[in-house]
């Protein structure tokens, strides 16, 4: 089962920086979501950012099966 990070996964001096900014990232990222993205990849990374950093993203958790690659 998946686990967001928290305080006790960093060391000490991590920690801190880390809290101090975690709420900032997730409604950074939450708001870009809300706005049209013009890629989905874009969306999944914030998605994945939020979930990482203990969030819920808008859309709710998914699990996509990666695309083809092309080298066009």
């Known amino acids: ?6 305080p006790g996964d ?3 001096q991590l920690a801190g920086v880390f809290l101090s900014y975690k709420e900032q990232v997730v409604l950074f990222c939450v708001q ?6 013009p890629h989905d990849d874009y969306c999944e990374h914030l998605e ?5 950093f203990g969030g819920c993203p808008p859309r709710g958790f998914r699990f996509i099966q990666p695309c083809t690659m092309h080298r066009a």
Request: glycine residues 4%; negative net charge; aromatic residues 4%.
């Open 1 to 6: 089962m998946f686990e967001p990070l928290g």
């Open 10 to 12: 960093l060391d000490s």
């Open 32 to 37: 870009n979501l809300e706005s049209a993205q």
């Open 48 to 52: 994945l950012v939020v979930t990482v």
